[in-house]
């Protein structure tokens, strides 16, 4: 049996807000491992630090306390002006409200994290139809999101995360606004992006019907985590 790989280390990690005089503990003490081509999934309501969670283990924010070790560099480590193209090259992200670009069509949105680069515009042209034909969208290439369904606006919204060839992508309630038949299909296609591609996949959610999908879940209350269940 070959060894299991961490891709994600966090160790004692902590996150603290001021509000005013208060201080709000949004992660307390968090230690876990992602392992190289696994679905994790964290569950848990509004409000007990999910997102909050996926964005210290991402490089997006950093632990008051504690250290997060992202494919083998420590995230406090890093200096500020290379992190944005490690994360970048690193990882994708996927929001529950698609955060597409208005003006731009199918295509151009997919294209849209490689700009400014070195690559030509042809190269880029070719990998934004391979990462659309990988989500089924290519037929839509020239539409605007405005003329797209809320399926295919996620299915878009992926297809731009996966455009850089990550090796894990993050998303944050990636069904949440989508109907249940739409979501489980978005995550059928999470689920077969890491099986053909052995992206690592993490998903926050609320939702306790997108827990099948996960190799691992963890429950996360008050900003603490503990593991929920394991897929059969």
Known sequence: MSQKVPIIIAENVSKEYRRGREIVKALVKVNLEVYEGERVCFFGPSGSGKTTLLNVLSGLDQPTNGRVILDGSDTRELDERIFPKIRREKIGFIFQDFNLIPDLTVIENVSSPLWPTDMK??????????????????????????????????????????????KILFADEPTGNLDSNTGLEIMNLLKKINSHDKTTIVVVTHDENLLKFANRVFEVVDGKISLYKRSQ
Not at 139 to 147: E, F, I
Not at 152 to 158: D, F, K, L, S, Y
């Open 121 to 166: 515009s042809k190269k880029i042209e070719e990998l934004a139809i391979s990462v659309l034909r990988e989500v089924d969208m290519v037929d839509r290439k020239d539409h605007l999101p405005k003329q797209l369904s809320g399926g295919e606006q996620q299915r878009t919204a992926i297809a731009r995360a996966l455009i850089t060839k990550p």
